[in-house]
Each structure stands twice: as C-alpha cells, then as structure tokens.
C-alpha cells in the first residue's frame, strides 16, 4: 500500500518541484538586474539614517533594538525592522543585500500565491489545466511590473513580509474551512491562523485586512457552508457580528479620530478630499495593472491634483460610478462566477485602509502588491470562460504571450531601478513636475560633483534644485539644498533663497519633510560650521512652530542656537519656555536640559527652566 501511494505521488512531487523552480527561476531573472539599485526616499529615515536598526557583526541582543526601532515610537512592524537589522549585521548599507532580502520575500510570497490559486481554482470547480492555470496567475502576478517598485523598494519588506503571513493565512483558512465542509476535522488549521495574523501585524499594520480577505472568501466560494446546520449558523452569525462590531468602532472610533484637522494638519487635503480622490486614484491602479507602461507608473506622485468635489475633476465621478458598477457587478456574480467575484473583492479590500479615511499619502505603487492579485483572478475567469473551438491552445498562446510581455516590461523597470542615474533621470522625464523626483536628481548631481564647485555637475545640481522649486506643490527642500550647497562652499547665498523658504512655511503644510530639512539646516550649523544665516534660520523655525506643536527637545535645540549663534536671549527664554511646556509627557526632560544648560554656562537660565516647570 505504501509502495504503490509513493509510486502514484511521486510523479506529482517531482512535477510540483519543477513548477517551484521555474516560478522561482522567471521571477528572480526579472529582478535581478535590479538588485544594484540605490535606497531611495523613506529608505533613508527608516533604514538608512536610523542608527537603531544599525546592529553590527556578532550583536545578536541588538535584534531586539532594531525590531523596536520603527518610528514614530518604536511600537510596530518588529518583525520588519529586525530583518533590516539582519541585514546589516551581515551587509553594511550595502543596498545590494537589503533588496535582496526584498526579493527573497517576494519569491516566497510567488509560491505562496500558487498554493493559493491551486486552492481557491479546486473551491471554483475549475477541472481542466488547474495547475497550469494556476501557475500562469503566479507568474503574472511575481513579474508584473507594477510590482518593481514594492520588490526593489527596500522598505516596502514590511509590505511583503507581512503579506508572507497573511498568504499562509489564508492557505490555513481554506484548508480548515474545507475539511469542516467534508465532516473532519478542521479547528487546528483555523488557530493556526492566530499566530500567523500575529507575525503578519509584526511585519506591518495592512494584516488587519485579514478578516475582511477571509469574510470575501465566504461570501463567493465558501458561502459559510459547513457539514452540519450548527456550522453554517455559527460562521454566518459570527461574520456578521464582525461586520457589525466593525463597523462600530469605524464609525464611532476611526472617523472621529481621522476626520478630525488635527490628523491632516500634515496634508494639503482634508479627510473628504481625500476619499473623493480616491475614487479616481482606484481606477488609476485598475489601468496601471492591466496597461503597464513605464510612463503609467511613476513611481512619485506627489504632484496629484485632490478632488475637491465630485466634478473637480469631473472623473472623480466617473470613476466612483466605475467603481460602483464593479462592485456591483461583483454581488452579482458571486454565485454564477465565484472567482471573478472574489478578485473584485479583493482589490477592494485591499485598499480598505489605504484608501479609506487615515491621513496617508495619497498615492502609492505598492499599495496593489495584493490588490493586483484580485484583478488577474477576474481575468482568469473571464480568459477560462472565453469559447474557442479548436482548443485551449490559443488560450494557452495568449496567456504566454502576456506572461512574456509583462516580463519583458518588468525586466526593463527593473534594470531602470538598478542604475541610480538612469532611474533619476527617468523619474524625472516620467513625472517632471514631482518635486521629489527633481530634488532626488538634483542630490545625485551634488554628489557626483564631490562638492565642488568647479565640477559640471555643481551647476547641474543648482539648476535642478532651482527648477524644483519652480514646481507648484515643491516643498522646502529646494531652498534647503541650494543655501547648504553654497555655503558649505562658501558661495554666496541668494537672500531670496531665505524669503522663499518663509514663505512657504506660512504657506504651505508643515510636513515631516519640512521638519526633517529644518534641523538638517540646524545639524549643519551646529555639527558641522557650515556658515548660515543665523536670524534667518531661527526665523524659519518661528514660522513653524507657530503652526505645529513639536516635542520638548525639538523647541531646547534650537533655544541653544538662539543662544550660541544668535545670541538672542529673550528668543532663546521664549522657546525654553515652550519646551517647558511641552515636556508634560517627559517627566525627566526639563532635568536633562538644565543640566544641559549648567554644561555650557548658562546657570541662571538653568535655573529659570526648573522655576518654570514648578509654577
């Protein structure tokens, strides 16, 4: 008997090993022309320049540190931040190594996703070429080149990784659903859920869509069936007092607190703006997905326009009728096409959250790293479905041919990703009117310049920064880099350079971005001599902590330059006095920084903070 079991599945073993290797093969051939990329944007706050993740050959307790070391307050994504810390335990800052970790998520996450489709084509009744059907939806979805941007974004891992989890899953779920439909056993595959939520949600927040992957499940293929009556009660009461507690708190909890001004204050939009938008910026992704050219996928949109009503633009209500048409579509057919279905479901459940009320950034690639999986399962259904009278071979031509091309097209944006001047260049050419993609060229000129003045690509990094700032929605940085640039050198610095700098920090929202180029204008001078224009520096943090509230340290450094540079005392009470006040939450701060004081002479302020802090 065992003889024969081996006989009759050994053939089938060897035929999946072979489907492992070649889906494994094809993908990592796309994406290794890539791996000589550069870091690129949140790369250098998170990963980058965050000393905590730094863990150095043979510190294995300095995991721990790197797996809290995810800003703001180093709380989340653990299981993210110590693989970064692996890897530079093993690589430096080496990008190589990062984005090769990236890749090896994303191989794992490819077979993942064939186990997936085999499953869910068995569950949709589809007999004939399943498994090869399945391994063309796998393949599409690895080498799409929507994906090159998440796979070759080192810190896109926490997207990934935490889709790795979420895959097994749902892998889980089906297996102990399907065995509960059949009369076994099936509990232990469901609790086997638990734990990979878990290390999902250390890899990244968007695992709580989980349950909401799951619910879609039951709605299509699984449709809260079970062996007995008791079963199928209690999954179609239990979903629905989920919906219902979710809903709940999403009404109660989640619009209160995101609606509110205070969570945009960081934003040039406004909760509603932000979901009229949305209903333009979905069908975007739909087009990215399935027409995707290398002009489709820019990779910064940080020059979209809001939506400020449903006819501004005018295909804001377009596409929220689209979007409504689909999911409309997708109640229909959830017993006539299951599968279909499900895809719709799935992309809209994956942007849930991304594409819902939390004050995110507008738009971005890898926010379809799942999505995209949704929309090649409709169109799997639609392709099955689709008579031919000679056979599937012109079904099975078409498919290759696509697989072929969306390869070709990936390989080509991978390689673009792994040459740092030739992915500015055409970042720049595919979007020149983003801001971040003009002043991540203009660095890259500076730094093949050496910093010198004399160097062609000096005056190729002035003239970039300069034309940055032209652009409509340009920030802060323009102006930051020029006046460092210069006098770092000891050029002169254009005074209107200041005045544009003020203006747009009465103007504009006061970001992250712009917080993190103020105290890097603040390091310079104190860190490392550059000469700057001292009242002006201090004028421009005035103007912004006018409009935000900042952290006690933030307002003492620069009470301290006020002091040593600008030997402006009452500026200098006026910010202690602000750091006094904001240090509720820091019981030990106003000892530190009067401590700090005493240090560098100034005892009778010193004195004066701990006076402040006990009135």
């Known amino acids: 008997?065992?003889?024969?079991?081996?006989?009759?599945?050994?053939?089938?073993?060897?035929?999946?090993?072979?489907?492992?290797?070649?889906?494994?093969?094809?993908?990592?051939?796309?994406?290794w022309p890539g791996l000589a990329g550069p870091f690129l944007f949140d790369d250098f706050p998170a990963l980058v320049n965050n000393a905590r993740v730094h863990v150095h050959a043979g510190d294995w307790p300095g995991l721990w540190r790197a797996a809290a070391s995810f800003d703001p307050g180093g709380t989340g994504r653990q299981l993210a931040m110590a693989s970064f810390g692996l890897n530079h335990m093993f690589g430096g800052l080496d990008p190589w190594g990062w984005k090769l970790g990236g890749l090896l998520v994303h191989l794992v996450n490819a077979l993942l996703v064939y186990l997936l489709c085999?499953?869910?084509?068995?569950?949709?009744?589809?007999?004939?070429?399943?498994?090869?059907?399945?391994?063309?939806?796998a393949l599409l979805w690895a080498v799409h080149p929507l994906q090159v941007s998440t796979v070759l974004y080192v810190v896109q891992r926490m997207e990934t990784l935490s889709l790795t989890f979420v895959l097994l899953a749902l892998l889980a779920y089906l297996r102990g659903r399907s065995a509960q439909i059949a009369g076994q056993r099936g509990w232990p595959w469901l609790v086997a859920c638990v734990p990979l939520f878990v290390l999902a949600l250390g890899a990244k927040e968007s695992a709580l869509l989980l349950p909401l992957y799951t619910?879609?499940?039951?709605?299509?293929?699984?449709?809260?069936?079970?062996?007995?009556?008791?079963?199928?009660?209690?999954?179609?009461?239990?979903?629905?007092c989920g919906c219902a507690l979710a809903l709940v708190l999403f009404v109660a909890v989640v619009v209160p607190h995101y609606g509110s001004m205070e969570t945009h204050a960081g934003r040039d939009f406004n909760t509603l703006e932000r979901l009229l938008s949305q209903l333009?910026?979905?069908?975007?992704?739909?087009?990215?997905?399935?027409?995707?050219?290398?002009?489709?996928?820019?990779?910064?949109?940080?020059?979209?326009?809001?939506s400020t009503s449903l006819l501004q633009p005018w295909t804001t209500s377009a596409g929220g009728l689209l979007l409504a048409g689909l999911l409309g579509a997708?109640?229909?057919?959830?017993?006539?096409?299951?599968?279909?279905?499900?895809?719709?479901f799935w992309f809209f459940a994956a942007h849930a959250i991304t594409s819902n009320v939390v004050p995110l950034e507008l738009v971005f690639e890898h926010r379809n790293y799942f999505a995209l999986l949704g929309v090649l399962l409709v169109l799997a259904e639609v392709v099955r479905r689709i008579p031919v009278r000679d056979g599937p071979g012109i079904k099975i031509a078409g498919v290759a041919g696509a697989i072929l091309l969306f390869g070709f097209l990936?390989?080509?944006?991978?390689?673009?990703?792994?040459?740092?001047?030739?992915?500015?260049?055409e970042l720049v050419a595919l979007n020149p009117q983003s801001p971040r993609a003009a002043h991540e060229l203009g660095v890259l000129y500076y730094e093949m310049s050496g910093g010198s003045p004399d160097?062609?690509?000096?005056?190729?990094?002035?003239?970039?920064?300069?034309?940055?700032?032209?652009?409509?929605?340009?920030?802060?940085?323009?102006?930051?880099?020029l006046i460092l640039m210069h006098a770092a050198n000891g050029l002169?610095?254009?005074?209107?350079?200041?005045?544009?700098?003020?203006?747009?920090?009465?103007?504009?929202?006061?970001?992250?971005?712009?917080?993190?180029?103020?105290?890097?204008?603040?390091?310079?001078?104190?860190?490392?001599?550059?000469?700057?224009?001292?009242?002006?520096?201090?004028?421009?943090?005035?103007?912004?902590?006018?409009?935000?509230?900042?952290?006690?340290?933030?307002?003492?450094?620069?009470?301290?330059?006020?002091?040593?540079?600008?030997?402006?005392?009452?500026?200098?009470?006026?910010l202690l006095m602000q750091a006094v006040s904001s240090s509720a939450g820091y019981p030990h701060y106003v000892p530190a920084m009067a401590d700090a004081l005493r240090e560098k002479g100034y005892e009778d302020l010193a004195e004066w903070v701990v006076v402040k802090s006990r009135e």
Not at 410 to 422: D, P
Request: one cysteine or more; a positive charge.
């Open 1 to 31: 008997m065992t003889q024969q079991y081996r006989a009759v599945t050994a053939p089938a073993v060897w035929r999946q090993f072979l489907t492992a290797v070649v889906l494994v093969v094809l993908t990592a051939l796309v994406y």
């Open 118 to 137: 085999v499953r869910l084509l068995v569950l949709a009744g589809v007999q004939q070429w399943r498994r090869l059907s399945a391994v063309a939806v």
């Open 215 to 240: 619910l879609c499940l039951e709605l299509t293929l699984l449709r809260f069936a079970g062996n007995t009556l008791g079963q199928r009660r209690f999954w179609r009461w239990g979903y629905a």
């Open 280 to 306: 333009r910026i979905l069908p975007m992704y739909l087009g990215q997905i399935l027409l995707p050219l290398p002009a489709n996928m820019p990779f910064y949109y940080d020059d979209f326009i809001v």
């Open 330 to 344: 997708a109640f229909v057919l959830r017993r006539r096409a299951p599968l279909a279905a499900l895809g719709i």
């Open 410 to 425: 990936a390989a080509i944006r991978s390689a673009t990703w792994g040459e740092r001047l030739l992915l500015a260049t």
């Open 455 to 481: 160097s062609p690509f000096f005056s190729f990094a002035v003239s970039t920064f300069e034309q940055e700032a032209r652009l409509p929605k340009a920030s802060i940085l323009a102006e930051q880099s």
């Open 492 to 574: 002169r610095v254009d005074p209107e350079w200041w005045k544009d700098m003020h203006r747009r920090l009465r103007e504009q929202p006061i970001t992250p971005q712009t917080t993190a180029a103020l105290f890097g204008l603040l390091d310079n001078r104190i860190n490392k001599r550059v000469q700057l224009d001292d009242r002006a520096l201090d004028h421009a943090f005035m103007l912004m902590f006018e409009r935000v509230s900042m952290p006690p340290n933030s307002y003492f450094d620069v009470a301290m330059h006020a002091l040593d540079y600008s030997h402006d005392e009452p500026l200098a009470r006026h």
